[in-house]
């Protein structure tokens, strides 16, 4: 069995097992490995799975705790998936992501830099500005965290003017 059938052997059984966290894992083998057709469906597969565990835990009213590697797995799959939203000016979307994404982990910090989010892509504010003038990505890149969790005084003010209720 060559290299690529392996990988598509272990995507498969990682699919099969709705194993987020170990599609995760094969992430770098499959940049290396797969064509551009094959990986995107390797991303599909990860959404899906991401999209099925948010249903079921929205339906069982259960918050995800980040620091179980399925949850976390599946809240990092779920941010990126809204940033590709905001990144492609879908800010309405976006939006709305951020903010079921705000109240879907018991993170409190998670949660409250995700209202940053939400905040700013309802108020309309593009990701470009959201990311220069509200996130400080030198501070979070020092964080360590997937999702940006550090911003700079705009973005209290933000806060502060926003008529959605923060709390």
Partial sequence: MNE??????????AQQNSDIASLYVLEQRAHDTFDEKTLQ????????????RLTDALEAHRVMDINEVQDFATLRALYEYAIEHYSAGKLHDASALFEVLSGLSNDKKFSSALKFHWIAA??????????SN???????????TFYISCFNEKAQKLLDNSKIDAE
């Fill in 134 to 144: 509200i996130a400080d990505i030198d501070a979070t890149q020092d964080a360590g």
């Fill in 122 to 131: 309802k108020e309309d504010i593009s990701l470009d500005d959201f990311l």
């Fill in 41 to 52: 469906a390797f991303y599909m597969n990860i959404l899906d799975i991401a999209l099925e």
């Fill in 4 to 13: 690529v059938e392996k990988l598509k052997q272990e995507v498969l059984q």
